[in-house]
């Protein structure tokens, strides 16, 4: 129970750090460009909060596909699962501690099962970001002609190329029976394609809907841009985010920094920019995480072998 509260309490202490002393955007400063920007609205309110609800729904249901491979899951289950482990995992660098935290839901026998679930789902919700975020990226870059330090790129890449030769090499001159890694290609093998396709899905229009929900608070202040240009722009910025490892409790930070430097190139006041990032962290993991602190405080491990 200890462990438990410390969880909730640390969560809570950050959450209230990063709104009400964040030295980048004072929350008077904030609350008051949310009040002249009309964000309070009935309307803008409803929609914000339905992209919100869409976007947990389609992470709940992901998880639940998933989960139903190694043992039938109930979708209220999915949900506390879900929004347990985002708790958790706000203190945890990169959200690793959502993996143990949905494992410590199902019996001792399925957890590396479910750990490897986990794996999967957040390997396509990598793969969506990363392929949206190259296509909006190379356009961007193109379209703003911005200078890019090629050599360092081209390093970069021989040296990601190099690795992976290296890694399959080993795995070709040396025996990995029944090591991890065997266990876990034989692991995927195992999964049908059409609960692959299906996650795929789920991932893909999990992308859509955060991401538009960041285009339409760009309506909403008002920003003079295309949808195009934006929309590249938010594609940037997800890619650039997602590569750099940082605690998930400081996530809208480094969103925020990038979301800045990205929307620089179309003159966009930076409080505009900070105000709609932290918005989206409050909406789609502050909201959730609160949600989630309850169901941390009522957990009881599953004890069955």
């Known amino acids: ?31 008051q460009n949310l009040i002249i920007n009309d964000v309070f609205s009935t309307k803008n309110i409803l929609f914000i909060l339905i992209f919100t609800l869409l976007n947990w729904v389609l992470e709940i249901h992901k998880w639940k596909v998933l989960a139903s491979f190694t043992k039938k899951n109930s979708l209220v289950s999915a949900t506390i699962q879900s929004l347990a482990s985002l708790t ?3 203190i945890t660098p990169n959200r690793i501690g959502e993996y143990g935290a949905k494992a410590l839901y199902f019996e001792k026998k399925d957890r ?13 919700q990598m793969f969506m970001t990363v392929f949206f975020g190259i296509i909006g990226f190379s356009y961007f870059v193109f379209n703003h002609k911005i200078e890019l330090n090629f050599y360092q790129f081209i390093k970069g890449l021989f040296l990601g190329i190099l690795i992976v030769l290296i890694f399959f090499l080993i795995a070709k ?45 760009l309506v909403i202040f008002k920003v003079d841009v295309s ?43 930076t409080l505009t920019i900070l105000s709609i990032t932290s918005l989206m962290w409050i909406f789609n993991f502050v909201f959730p995480t609160i949600i989630g602190s309850y169901f941390v405080l009522t957990f009881k491990p599953n004890l069955a072998k």
């Not at 909730?8 to 400063?29: H, Q, T």
């Not at 065997?182 to 999990?206: D, H, Q, T």
């Open 1 to 31: 129970m200890i462990i438990k509260l410390l969880i909730v309490i640390g969560c809570g202490y950050f959450i209230y750090i990063k709104l009400i002393e964040n030295e980048e955007l004072k929350f008077s400063v904030f609350y």
């Open 88 to 90: 958790v995992s706000l």
């Open 112 to 124: 590396k099962q479910i750990v490897g679930l986990n794996l999967i789902g957040n390997f396509y």
């Open 173 to 217: 001159f040396y025996n990995f029976k029944g090591s991890y890694l065997e266990r876990m290609i034989f692991f995927l093998k195992k999964i049908p394609l059409n609960l692959k396709l299906k996650v795929g899905a789920l991932s893909f229009l999990r992308f859509v809907v955060f991401s538009h929900q960041l285009y339409f608070l």
């Open 227 to 269: 949808y195009i240009d934006a929309i590249s722009a938010i594609c940037s910025v997800y890619l650039i985010a997602s590569v750099i490892p940082m605690l998930s409790l400081f996530d809208f930070v480094l969103k925020g920094s990038v979301a800045v430097w990205v929307f620089s190139f179309f003159t966009i006041h």
